[in-house]
């Protein structure tokens, strides 16, 4: 059954008409054109497909679109902020914290949430934190550096 659903997609409200059923990522995808936020397993195992929903990383691929109808979603296109680049995305490049990338939207929208959580985490915080996160590259150890950076980057209000 159509339904109607309002939300705030990286800043913008925006007003989707679907199967309320529907996975929000194909309605990210498909009806809206952000490609970012990436179809791995399909069954919230690898968080390619990991969106921001009221700060919460959710896992896109099974969360029902009615489930963000009032809220606020970021994807990975949200993230950056007047140009320029968050920390976390800057701090990703600086230490090659991938190499397919197709891992990494999901893996810093994930990051993101934890330090909103806990922005001093230890490493084995950020261990823990991103365990259900997989990359298929053997990226982690890069991965990990890359959030300690911007965690310390962060310290200075830069969250946003």
Excluded at 4 to 23: A, H, M, Q, Y
Excluded at 24 to 53: E, F, I, Q, S
Excluded at 71 to 98: C, S, W, Y
Aim: neutral net charge; contains cysteine; proline residues 4%.
């Amino acid at each position: 059954m159509t339904e109607t659903i309002s939300f705030t997609l990286n800043g913008e409200s925006v007003t989707v008409s679907t199967d309320g059923e529907r996975p929000l990522l194909w309605v990210l995808r498909t009806d809206l054109g952000l490609t970012g936020t990436k179809y791995g397993c399909g069954k919230a195992v690898c968080g390619a497909c990991t969106v921001l929903v009221d700060d919460r990383a959710v896992r896109s691929c099974v969360f029902p679109v009615r489930g963000v109808d009032g809220t606020e979603v970021l994807t990975i296109e949200g993230l950056a902020r007047n140009g320029q680049l968050h920390p976390l995305q800057k701090a990703f490049m600086r230490h090659d914290a991938f190499q397919c990338g197709f891992c990494t939207p999901g893996m810093i929208l994930h990051a993101y949430s934890l330090l909103l959580e806990n922005p001093e985490p230890t490493r084995a915080e950020i261990l823990k934190g991103m365990e259900n996160n997989l990359c298929r590259c053997g990226a982690h150890t890069r991965i990990v550096q890359a959030i300690q950076t911007a965690a310390e980057e962060m310290k200075g209000g830069h969250a946003r």
